[in-house]
């Protein structure tokens, strides 16, 4: 038996709506509780979806193209159903780039059963269907005047219903625009359109320099700071900051500044960090550009006069440190400290040779951290810091409860913890020589299942505050201190930051001139 492509077409679209956006209709009955007042608007929801798919799906299949756009299609929105029921994440271009950047690692992290069911189920069995079925083709003259038909007939039916439903499309419209970021294939789709479009826009462009004039005047004592960029730590599991369980032993026993109220530039490492070294604000910043400007590390770079380094256990710095060059650390085996996977403190193995080949050189060492990355908490620390049990030993979070998810989270801050002091007894070594100072900021927070949502990435203006609030600490060797107002330091500690406060921070730290620094954004060195 054959049927048209338009039937096919129409029975594809209702398959998306019926098993593909679980997601959307699950956020949208949150707003629009199931109940007699609204039960019809739930259904035009329904049908406005259908006709948006349907009208999609007409513009883009053709004799040659349906089959394989459909499949295409089907096994893509397979897996993003999957994280979106799962974790709460919405695909937009920013979660594409963090996709694409990620390692194979990581992605294997991410493997799991109820994945593979999602991939049988949504993907592989309607794919195999698609295939097998047998499509009826008219003349390219019918089969045109008949894709028209379709395509005026959903368009009508499109604005009749939001038409009837007028009153609750304003509303859904204007006061709930995330919702739309649920529907699945249809946002997704977009945020590939526009992922591509940046890239196309950019390929031809060229890096603009920054803070050419930059120089640093010879003082008596050459500075090293080590600056930590944290992963997924938000705030309120910091003991630091109130936290019912001790989090941060160690960190207490060292003379800290702890910053309570910094926020994060974004809500993902592919966003935030290129961000908080940016020159630019959050407000600003635009990560399509981001590539082809020159940031912190190349201002630092300007003044001929600071070494600098850049070293990752997570994925990259995300084109941050490019132009300067950046260690993988897990690549060189002989640095490594590695069990089931390889651990932070390892990254300062190997730094006091790096040190003494530059001691006619301020240093900067950009450590970037696999700290709490999810969803596999329970592999982000040593078995001798596991403190707070029982904990979440899958990546299928929403099988756990919160208290196992909190605690394998806390575990991981806990070896941040012990982390952090490590560096800081490292740079201890160096007090004597050097002014030595450590900045520690993480790239964004964690959702751990509060509302539903877990992990990060939901786009900023509708993102939890646990996705935004973060980490931030500073530390200063006995000689560093002499050079600042440290008790100013003290005393603002508690005010509202942000990343970007950053890239002032680290010009000030190495008492850089330049006519793109601006003290009054320096947290450490604007009270000289």
Known sequence: MKITQN???????????????????SNVIKVYPVALSNIWFLVSLAVVLWGVI???????????????????????????????????????????????????????????AKLLTYFVLLGL???????????????????????????????????ATITMFGGNYASFFREHKSLRQHTNPTFWIYSVGKFTGSLLKNKDKKVTPLGMDAKIEEHQRKKIVIMVVGEAARWDHFSLNGYSKETNPMLKKEDIINLPNVTSCGTSTAHSVPCMFSVKTRKEFDLDDAPYEENALDVLNHTGKVALLWRDNNSNSKDVAGRIGEQD????????????????????????????????????????????HGPEYYKRYPKAFEKFTPTCKTNQLESCTKEQ?????????????????????????YDNTHDASMIYMSDHGESLGENGVYLHGMPYIIAPEAQKHIGSILWFGNNARKNIQYQKIIHNSKNDYSQDNLFHTLLGAFEVKASVYEKEKDIINVYR
């Open 329 to 372: 650390y897990r690549s060189n085996k002989n640095n490594t400290i590695c069990d089931t996977e390889c651990r932070d403190e390892g990254m300062l193995v190997g730094l006091d040779k790096f040190i003494e080949q530059n001691s006619n050189k301020d240093i900067l060492i950009v450590l970037h951290q696999m700290g709490n």
């Open 125 to 159: 069995i309607p794919s195999i269907l698609i295939y097998k079925t047998k499509i009826h083709y008219s003349t390219i003259k019918k089969d045109l005047v008949a894709k028209i038909i379709v395509i005026v007939g959903v368009i009508v039916l499109i604005g």
């Open 405 to 429: 998810i909190s605690n394998a989270f806390d575990n991981a801050i806990l070896y941040t913890d012990a982390f952090l002091s490590k560096t800081i007894n490292f740079l201890k070594k």
């Open 7 to 25: 039937k096919l077409i129409f029975i594809t679209a209702a398959v998306f709506v019926l098993f593909y956006n679980f997601s959307f209709f």
């Open 54 to 112: 349907v009208f999609i799906l007409e513009l883009f299949s053709y004799k040659k193209t349906i089959k394989p756009l459909l499949i295409l299609l089907l096994m893509i929105s397979a897996f993003t159903s999957y994280f979106m029921d799962s974790y709460g994440v919405i695909i937009d271009d920013s979660m594409l780039i963090n996709a694409v950047q990620t390692n194979a690692e990581e992605s294997l992290g991410l493997l799991s």
